[in-house]
């Protein structure tokens, strides 16, 4: 399960066996947990909410998003890196 980093008191990370879902990070309160929040990232740099299975707040999720965005291109060199795949699935 790699964390790829912390926002306050969110850790953003992935599991290590979803490679045959397209790209997408989970956000977990503290610590990674199976109720976590999971974010889609797009072809075109952005991301969408899956769910809000962790019930973050509105306004703080927000904050989160912008900074998944952001972090569009690390977030898919990880992925490539830990998956060990040349080519990249979007959800859109």
């Given at each position: 399960?790699?964390?790829?980093?912390?926002?306050?008191?969110?850790?953003?990370?992935?599991?290590?066996?979803?490679?045959?879902?397209?790209?997408?990070?989970?956000?977990?309160?503290?610590?990674?947990?199976?109720?976590?929040?999971?974010?889609w990232l797009t072809?075109?740099?952005?991301?969408?909410?899956?769910?809000?299975?962790?019930?973050?707040?509105?306004?703080?999720?927000?904050?989160?998003?912008?900074?998944?965005?952001?972090?569009?291109?690390?977030?898919?060199?990880e992925w490539k890196?830990?998956?060990?795949?040349?080519?990249?699935?979007?959800?859109?």
């Amino acid at each position: 399960m790699p964390s790829l980093f912390r926002i306050g008191s969110y850790l953003v990370f992935f599991w290590s066996n979803e490679n045959f879902e397209p790209i997408h990070v989970h956000i977990g309160k503290g610590k990674p947990s199976s109720n976590a929040t999971k974010v889609w990232l797009t072809a075109s740099g952005g991301c969408i909410v899956a769910n809000n299975s962790s019930r973050i707040p509105q306004n703080e999720l927000n904050e989160i998003l912008e900074i998944i965005a952001a972090q569009h291109f690390m977030i898919c060199d990880e992925w490539k890196n830990h998956f060990k795949v040349n080519e990249i699935k979007f959800y859109c």
